[in-house]
């Protein structure tokens, strides 16, 4: 995920948000990137590529960012940073996680209130899914996935609930010490404390921190798919 500067609103409008996709499309013809995924939001831009490692995928974030920044300043005859900070990043391991996160980036317009259908939103990967057309590899992402617009919807369908994954702005605290505040409160010692205090635990680190799921499961010990349902549960 890339996010403007401040938070300002650095893809106001259709010509901005096209011109971010070519600076995107411009970029895999210098840097070996696949592009399976993407939503071009006014504020930030969620991404979902593949690369051979990370410094690559660092390179390519770069020659895109600095060329729309380039463009910007100039429409708007302004000097200075468009980006706020480096882009946030985090490895996909298996496919699971892979279609969930392919899924909550196309929902993000939906999520946002900007259309009620997230087939209406015309700069996500899933308009290029359902038609065949745009800026993602189809000949890498079918090696991956099922791309016929058919299963596409389906997935659609199927996994509406992805908000699990670590998108959101909010300015968070730092998990030491939140961690060591939620132990000291509910008298956690070295042994194992029950399942309705780590559940409370979990939901505080989630709502309170930016750990990704994983890292909140691997801290207390807990199962992913469990650690899901305790948060399902939460927002009930």
Avoid at 42 to 66: G, R
Wanted: glycine share 2%; hydrophobic share 35%.
């Amino acid at each position: 995920m890339v996010q403007g500067i401040a938070k300002e609103n650095i893809f106001p409008d259709d010509n901005t948000k096209g011109y971010y996709l070519s600076c995107m499309q411009n970029a895999t013809e210098k840097r070996p990137v696949v592009i399976l995924g993407f939503c071009v939001m006014s504020s930030h831009t969620h991404l979902l590529l593949s690369a051979e490692n990370i410094s690559i995928i660092a390179e390519y974030m770069k020659l895109v960012n600095a060329e729309y920044a380039r463009y910007y300043n100039a429409i708007n005859q302004r000097v200075g940073h468009v980006f706020r900070d480096r882009f946030k990043s985090e490895v996909i391991q298996d496919e699971k996680y892979l279609i969930n996160c392919l899924v909550y980036i196309h929902n993000n317009p939906v999520e946002a209130k900007i259309v009620k259908m997230a087939q209406d939103y015309n700069y996500s990967s899933y308009t290029n899914y359902l038609t065949g057309r745009g800026i993602v590899n189809f000949e890498e992402a079918k090696k991956l996935y099922d791309i016929s617009p058919e299963n596409i919807t389906a997935i659609m369908k199927e996994k509406s609930y992805s908000d699990w994954l670590e998108h959101d702005d909010t300015v968070y605290e730092k998990y030491e010490i939140v961690l060591e505040e939620l132990l000291k409160r509910y008298n956690v010692s070295s042994d194992k404390p029950s399942c309705d205090i780590l559940a409370k635990i979990a939901v505080e680190l989630n709502e309170r921190t930016n750990l990704s799921l994983r890292k909140i499961a691997n801290i207390l010990g807990i199962a992913r798919e469990n650690l899901r349902r305790i948060l399902a549960v939460n927002r009930q």
